[in-house]
């Protein structure tokens, strides 16, 4: 029955057969309870399609984003919400320009396929994470009590709105990586107290939506701290989140480790509201990345489309061990390029549209970061989607995940190969080298070297050299 005049939003359902299935993908089945979240944080997809980018389904038709998400198992859908991020004349600071009104609009479209919502609250104008936790401009001169008073109302208004419109929010986030830092407070006596406002609000208008606490590096052994300063301060919460991107957080054997032991002192439910990982080291929109040439491999999880689906499963299954572990969200899996020219001409539109991280906008908020830095996406070789906007054979392991989908298994990749020689000694290229499977695995192939020449190797002396190879139709390298 509807008693507050609210909307409510007309639901499709949403079951495509093609995203069910995949000749090349190998997915081990997980064993996952039904209301496992498989979500996706795609705060940036409004910004992106205001810059003309179109994504398509798997039937290759130009689509709703929200309904290609939900035909391949996300049921949960995350949107960041800044209080203003724009300026005194109405320019964008960027990074998909993600006020309400956005939260709103993606609200909506994941209501309408079925998916719930979490709010994640940064109570900042701009990035909140455990660099920076600035204020918003218009709490900068509050004291402690008059900024709990401003974020409660803002919490409250905020809910209010999604409320209204009819949207099924199922969780909301009080700040965004708050270690140790929050709207410009860095004690835990004040953050606990904002914390607290923020709680208060959630509870009088959704009593039914989970409230999450967020927090990175789960490397650092400092949840134990974190969950039990929140207890001193008696937060009422119910989930405690982790951001978990392999490349710089630690083993999932760890994260396991941290997230149980808040389970196990405080009997919190824990999840993972950030994951992520790179199935190429191209970049598409001449806006560097933060995984490139060079940059952090993890394991045995290639930059492939493969090697990325094996992360997530792995991901998702360290969730599903864990004594409270409610699901996984990927973190901006449709940040993908806005255009294809040149840097110039992307720039114009992140420029417009706020579709790249940060705008030059943004420089009054935050100068001696966005306001150096701004530019484009920094993640659009971790999409789940390619650079042409069609989703990427890896978007299907949300659904694989719940079957198994035991196809042939192949070389993915090829590892690098090292020798050290001695120069006065025989040079002898191995005949075998290391592949990564597609289930994960290793095994040894044969490889053929096309580049080789051991003479020039003896006479240039002492030095590095690389060597090109093919094996199992992939490229092999071997540093001398
Ligand atoms: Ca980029």
Redesign the pocket.
């Known amino acids: 029955m509807m008693l507050c005049g609210c909307s409510k939003i007309k639901k499709e359902k949403v079951n495509n057969p093609l995203a069910k299935e995949s000749e090349t993908l190998y997915v081990r089945k997980l064993d996952l309870s039904d209301d496992f979240i498989k979500g996706a944080d795609v705060s940036s997809v409004i910004s992106l399609e205001n810059s003309g980018v179109k994504f398509y389904g798997w039937d290759g038709e130009e689509c709703d984003i929200f309904k290609t998400l939900a035909e391949s198992g996300i049921n949960y859908i995350r949107v960041r919400v800044w209080n203003d991020p724009y300026t005194s004349y109405g320019e964008g600071y960027g990074g998909g320009n993600n006020d309400i009104d956005k939260a709103v609009e993606i609200g909506k479209r994941a209501t309408k396929y079925g998916m719930k919502l979490l709010v994640d609250f940064h109570y900042s104008d701009f990035w909140a994470d455990p660099s920076k936790q600035m204020v918003p401009k218009a709490w900068k001169t509050m004291e402690i009590e008059e900024k709990g008073q401003a974020l409660y109302e803002f919490t409250k208004e905020s809910l209010t709105t999604l409320k209204k419109e009819g949207i099924d929010v199922g969780m909301v986030q009080l700040g965004n990586e708050t270690n140790g830092k929050m709207c410009g407070e860095t004690t835990w006596v004040n953050i606990a107290y904002l914390m607290k406002q923020g709680s208060k609000a959630v509870r009088e208008i959704l009593p039914k939506a989970k409230i999450a606490v967020h927090f990175a590096n789960p490397e650092s052994g400092n949840y134990a701290n974190y969950a039990s300063k929140l207890d001193y301060y008696s937060l009422d919460y119910d989930v405690f989140a982790s951001s978990y991107y392999p490349y710089w957080h630690g083993t999932l054997e760890n994260l396991i480790e941290q997230l149980d032991g808040i389970t196990e002192t405080y009997g919190k439910e824990v999840m993972v509201a950030e994951t992520s990982y790179a199935y190429t080291i191209e970049?598409?929109?001449?806006?560097?990345?933060t995984i490139g040439e060079g940059g952090a491999y993890v394991k045995n999880y290639p930059f492939t489309v493969q090697g990325q689906a094996n992360c997530l499963v792995d991901t998702m299954e360290a969730v599903s061990k864990m004594k409270k572990g409610l699901g996984v969200f990927y973190w901006e899996p449709a940040w993908i390029?806005v255009g294809t020219t040149s840097f110039d001409q992307n720039s114009l539109l992140w420029e417009e549209f706020g579709s790249g991280w940060a705008s030059s906008y943004a420089r009054a908020y935050d100068p001696n970061d966005a306001g150096k830095y701004y530019g484009?996406?920094?993640?659009?070789?971790q999409a789940l989607f390619g650079p042409d906007g069609h989703p990427l054979e890896s978007l299907k392991v949300f659904n694989l995940v719940n079957t198994g989908n035991p196809v042939e298994v192949k070389p993915d990749a090829i590892m690098d190969t090292h020798m050290d020689f001695d120069i006065n000694g025989d040079i002898v290229l191995p005949e075998e080298v290391n592949a990564v499977m597609t289930d994960n695995s290793y095994r040894t192939v044969k490889v053929t070297w096309l580049d080789a020449d051991i003479e020039a190797m003896k006479a240039g002396g002492i030095a590095k050299y690389v060597v090109h190879g093919t094996a199992e139709g992939q490229e092999a390298l071997l540093y001398v």
């Open positions: 970049d598409t929109d001449f806006n560097g990345n390029t484009g996406s920094a993640v659009d070789n």
